[in-house]
C-alpha cells in the first residue's frame, strides 16, 4: 500500500492513502502527540471530514493495538521538523548498571538534555514513560535528541 507522507510545518505531518474501498484516509499526527482521522470527499480531494480525533494518550493505546514496532518509526519522522533533532534505540542490556532500576534514576534527560519518549519491551511498548517505570534488559529505550544527546543516553545506559 502507498502512503503519502506530507509535513504539515508547526503542526506536524499527515499520511494519507487510499482504502480497499477507494476512500482517501488522512492521518494527522499534531506535534502535540494529538492525531486526527479524516476521510476526504470524493468530489472534493481537498475537503477533509474529521472521523476521529485523538489526543496522545489515546493515540498512543490505538497504536499499541494496531501495531506498536511503528512508533519508532514515527518519532523519527516527526524529528524531520526540527534540524539537529534525531531519534534513536538504545539497548538496555542484561547486566546494565539500570537493569530493574527506575528510568529517572539514569536522569537521562538532566544529563543530555535528550528524551526517552518509549521502552519497547518486546511486544510491549510504553509510550512516554515516567521516571518510576523500571528498566529490564533487552528493553529498547527511543530517545529523541540531538545525536551527541543520543550518544550520551547510551553511554549512560551501557555504564
Known sequence: MDVAEVLLPGVG???EFT???????????????DVELVVYERDD????????ELNGEEADTVAEILGAP????????LTK???????GQVEVRA??????????DTRART????SIVAIVRGEEVIASPTPQDDLHGGDVLVVIGTHEGIAGVEQIIQG
Open 45 to 52: 480531494p481537498d475537503e477533509g471530514r474529521t472521523v476521529l
Open 111 to 114: 544529563l543530555t538534555g535528550a
Open 95 to 104: 547486566g546494565s548498571p539500570f537493569d530493574g532500576r527506575p528510568l529517572g
Open 70 to 77: 511503528r512508533i519508532a518509526e514515527r518519532f523519527a519522522d
Open 81 to 87: 521538523e526540527a534540524p539537529g533533532l534525531r531519534s
Open 19 to 33: 482504502n480497499h474501498r477507494g476512500e482517501r484516509i488522512g492521518v494527522v499526527t499534531r506535534r502535540s502527540g
Open 13 to 15: 505531518l499527515r499520511y
